[in-house]
């Protein structure tokens, strides 16, 4: 009714009842933002966010970028602080650090259009934060905006209805009194009819305030005296009065027209407009309203004599639900026999690993540093079995030193917390409190000290300047360094495939493809001679003997743990960082390799027989076209690679 009256009168009305929120320009560029907060490290789409109206990135700013790198990374930056805010405190806090932050509303509110764009930029992510109980991550809730952009105007809930960009152009609701003096283009005025607040007949022990005719029309208050019908019909006589003062106020606010409600309502005849058009005030001397026959012809009497300034339309009747087609019957929700699917997680090498042998629904558990998590042995024959943890007394060789996973959490952290460079003496506090820490009594501190000490000294390398741990100075190491791999539609069956071309056996991977991350923890990173490297520590127990961790036994732990696929995607986690960090950057050049440093078997003493290799030690160096294609690969990409010769 009020756009009918609206567009009669040739005012201009947007038809924001028909028209949906997710079908607007500004839902493309939010579920565009949202997506290069979901992939910070997707260059593609960062770029694509900037050169939306969000950021208002330019062509020239866009090369500018491109030639310009630590600028670039800037930015690159910015967007993986986003996605750690919506990861840890959900969607709208990182929405509202970014607005504020990128100057969002400030570059919208230039635009000609700047309110409406604003309006419906909040109105979309009000919505998506509706959902974030029901969705959860950052893939779901894309989705969810994604699904409902291809709805577009089909989608006619009240909640996806276009929002007035300003309030001045709102329907105020405001009481007659509030309006006296005002003046509005178009009045409705729905309850001249009501009178619910009429003194009645039946009122006979309520205190009356009138002004009292017989004596000068002086207040006076009637506590049912003798005088009660002279004080009712004054007070029911005030009351008319100022009903239709109001009336009259209501009335009159509108500049262009006035809709005015009337018909035979209950108690209708008590109300103002029963005496202005009826001369009805609700005394029983004067009788009830007519019939509804009767007030259409006093109204259309009146409209005629208006000559035109009073028009009459019918009233909207809502029409009748439709009964039915079929009897009601009992509903109940169907069982669901298996989980929904959530494509987006966190993965890891660990869960890649577990989850091929266990089944795929279970929950994938969130990645901690590999501290050896299993005490096994390697058989003879290969196959794995558990052995008993030795004493935890005092007096043991490093084969005696427990194991499992709180030793490997005890060497590794002593080795994440010394300088490598330093004298063992300045080791011992560091030892003694990982010690404590795990439980273990601190007699071991001095053996574990010439352990530790000769497995740093342990040559990696063969040839005369074999590089030693002990050699590394502070500022060219980096431990326990984390990392997150953005993963897209990753098939984990190419990654297998691709390992397999170049001779190197990977155990059962999960079977479905992956999207989201890939979190890791990589023991060391450290240069040397202009090269990086990657070391892991392993603490596996191999045997009592030093011959029980020559290249051979080494080798075989390696297969049978599934080391191989790890530290491939350790080197495709450096192959990135340092792609992206370093100008002139070359995997030849630059990318050393991999050690995988069996503690328990390291001494600079201990050799393979006539053979060179130090024990306890695997050295490799991946291929640079298997670590591209595992890149190419864990982005959604598929990238063959030459087989082995």
């Known amino acids: 009714l009020v756009r009918r009256a609206l567009n009669e009168l040739g005012i201009a009305c947007a038809d924001y009842a028909n028209h949906s929120v997710f079908a607007s320009d500004d839902a493309e560029q939010l579920e565009r933002l949202l997506v290069a907060v979901q992939k910070p490290h997707r260059e593609s789409v960062v770029r694509a966010a900037l050169a939306s109206d969000l ?31 919506w990861r840890e405190n959900g969607f709208m806090r990182m929405f509202r650090r970014l607005i504020t932050e990128q100057q969002v509303a400030a570059r919208l509110a230039g635009f000609a259009d700047g309110e409406r764009r604003l309006t419906n930029l909040f109105h979309l992510a009000e919505l998506l934060h509706a959902q974030s109980d029901r969705l959860h991550g950052m893939q779901a809730q894309i989705a969810w905006l994604s699904g409902k952009r291809s709805s577009g105007d089909s989608d006619d809930s009240e909640e996806a209805q276009l929002r007035l960009e300003s309030d001045a152009k709102l329907v105020q609701i405001v009481t007659i009194h509030r309006s006296k003096g005002l003046e509005y283009a178009v009045t409705f005025v729905p309850f001249l009819w009501d009178a619910k607040a009429h003194l009645k007949e039946s009122d006979t022990d309520t205190a009356v305030f009138y002004h009292d005719p017989d004596d000068g029309y002086r207040a006076a208050l009637d506590f049912v005296s003798g005088r009660r019908d002279i004080a009712l019909r004054s007070a029911r006589s005030e009351d008319l009065a100022e009903r239709i003062r109001l009336a009259y106020v209501a009335l009159t606010r509108a500049k262009n027209r006035c809709y005015l409600f009337w018909g035979r309502i209950k108690e209708a005849e008590r109300s103002p407009l029963a005496w202005l058009l009826h001369d009805v005030d609700g005394d029983p001397q004067r009788g009830p309203l007519p019939d509804n026959n009767g007030i259409r012809n006093r109204i259309e009497t009146i409209a005629a004599q208006a000559k035109g300034a009073i028009r009459i339309i019918e009233s909207c009747i809502p029409s009748r639900l439709a009964e039915p087609a ?17 494509s987006w997680r966190l993965a890891s090498f660990s869960s890649l690993h577990r989850a091929a042998s266990k089944d795929e629904r279970e929950e994938w558990r969130a990645e901690t ?47 994440e917390r010394i300088d490598f460079s330093m004298s063992s003496d300045d080791w011992e506090p560091v030892v003694i409190a990982a010690l404590r820490h795990a439980g273990y009594r601190e007699d071991w501190a001095p053996r574990l000290l010439a352990w530790l000490c000769a497995a740093l000294r342990t040559p990696l390398t063969s040839g005369e300047e ?55 923890y990589i023991d060391l990173v450290f240069r040397q001679d202009g090269r990086f490297y990657i ?55 630059h990318v050393g390799g991999v050690f995988y440093l069996f503690l328990r078997g390291m001494d600079p003493a201990w050799r393979n027989g006539d053979d060179s290799a130090p024990c306890g030690v695997f050295q490799c160096r991946p291929p640079q076209a298997l670590i591209e294609a595992f890149d190419a690969v864990l982005g959604g990409e598929t990238k063959a690679v030459a087989e082995s010769r």
Request: include cysteine.
């Open 326 to 342: 079929h009897p009601s019957r009992a509903l109940a929700a169907r069982e669901l026999s298996q989980p929904v699917r959530q």
């Open 535 to 589: 070391a892991d520590y392993k603490s596996n127990w191999l045997g009592a003997s030093g011959a029980d961790y020559a290249p051979a036994q080494i080798d075989a732990a390696m297969a049978r743990e599934g080391y191989h696929l790890q530290y491939l995607l350790y080197c495709t986690a450096l192959h990135r960082w340092l792609r992206q960090r370093s100008p002139d950057y070359d995997y030849e050049r």
């Open 369 to 415: 540093p590999d501290h050896d998590q299993a005490a096994t042995v390697g058989s003879a024959n290969g196959i794995r079995k558990t052995t008993q943890f030795p004493s935890i007394e005092a007096g043991g060789d490093r084969f005696a030193f427990p194991r499992g996973a709180a030793a490997g959490d005890c060497l590794h952290i002593i080795l």
């Open 55 to 85: 950021f208002g990135c330019s062509a020239s700013q866009l090369e500018y970028f491109e030639n310009n790198q630590q600028e670039w990374d800037a930015r690159l930056n910015d967007f993986v602080r986003y996605h750690d805010v």
């Open 466 to 520: 074999a590089m030693t741990l002990v050699s590394l100075q502070r500022s060219a190491v980096l431990k326990e360094l984390e990392f997150h791999l953005p993963l897209s539609s990753a098939s984990p069956a190419q990654l297998s495939d691709l390992a397999t071309r170049q001779g190197i056996a990977l155990p059962a991977l999960a079977r479905r493809e992956l999207d989201g991350y890939l979190k890791g």
